[in-house]
């Protein structure tokens, strides 16, 4: 069972590049949510995805962007990455008012 | 949102119980108490949750005050799998489709003695 997968895995960054992170659920859930966490904290919710064509933000928006690209993916975009963005990236599914199922996560350090 | 206080760490032996305490006086009636942990390099995991009776998986069994205004988390027999950060989550139910965010702290650290 692949449930929610993210890649890469791990990403260095220099100032001021972009990227995008992808997510991928085989679980066929509605919602989608982008998460960050810093060392010895708990998640901060970026961005989240109620349905198919719908995006909302969280917590912590600024400097993100997000594409519900269908029903399965769920991207995270880096227009310009500052070192205030390095952190661990966490993407999670779920069905209404049932559990989230969260990925293994991509560490991402930007120099 | 409504909050929950945890403690930031807790020891407990191999193979003993382990009560994990949650604390989340201002909650509504429409909260559910979640808990999720999370191993090292993981993401979290879904543990269990409850409205107002107590519950039990086979992951663990959850504990809610009468009053619920605290919780415990109850993992029965402790193994060097389950040392991991457990978060305690009030979660809404009355939200509308989709807006199901999830509002974390920082968490109680389990660590297990063998």
């Known amino acids: 069972n692949a449930g929610v997968t993210q890649t890469p895995k791990f990403q260095v960054l220099k100032t001021g590049q972009s990227m995008t992170l992808q997510c991928a659920q085989d679980m066929n859930h509605n919602s989608m949510y982008w998460y960050r966490q810093d060392p010895g904290m708990g998640l901060r919710l970026i961005y989240y995805s109620a349905s198919e064509g719908t995006t909302d933000k969280g917590e912590v928006p600024n400097g993100y962007n997000v594409s519900r690209l269908n029903k399965r993916e769920f991207s995270l975009r880096l227009e310009s990455a500052a070192p205030s963005q390095t952190s661990v990236y966490f993407c999670?599914?779920?069905?209404?008012?049932?559990?989230?199922?969260f990925g293994d996560g991509t560490r991402l350090s930007i120099l | 949102d409504a909050k929950t206080t945890q403690p930031n760490s807790m020891e407990s032996n191999e193979e003993e119980p382990v009560h994990l305490p949650c604390n989340h006086s201002?909650?509504?009636?429409?909260?559910?108490i979640h808990w999720y942990r999370q191993l090292p390099s993981q993401g979290p995991e879904y543990v269990i949750h409850?409205?107002?009776s107590n519950v039990n998986n086979r992951m663990a069994s959850l504990a809610i005050a009468e009053d619920r205004k605290s919780s415990t988390l109850i993992l029965h027999r402790a193994t060097l799998r389950d040392a991991a950060v457990y978060y305690c989550i009030l979660r809404d139910a009355s939200v509308w489709f989709g807006n199901e965010k999830l509002t974390f702290g920082t968490g109680t650290r389990l660590t297990i003695i063998p």
């Open positions: 201002t909650i509504s009636g429409t909260d559910y």
């Open positions: 999670a599914s779920s069905e209404i008012l049932q559990p989230q199922h």
């Open positions: 409850g409205l107002t």
